[in-house]
């Protein structure tokens, strides 16, 4: 009884974590394509750190 309550949190904890996850994965796969598209850094200030990408 002890274990299956002590599982019963771990998927609690699962259920509590994964969408802040999720969300953070998201935003890293979102956000990386941005940074390596030579579009995003014409006009910028960043334009010079394009060119490390060719």
Known sequence: ???SESA???FLGFTYVAP???E???EKF???PK???PRRF???PRTP???LFF
């Open 8 to 10: 019963n949190q771990v």
């Open 35 to 37: 940074i390596r598209s």
């Open 1 to 3: 009884s002890t274990l």
């Open 24 to 26: 953070s994965v998201k």
């Open 42 to 44: 014409i006009g910028s």
């Open 49 to 51: 750190v394009r060119y």
């Open 30 to 32: 979102s956000f990386e």
């Open 20 to 22: 802040s996850v999720l």
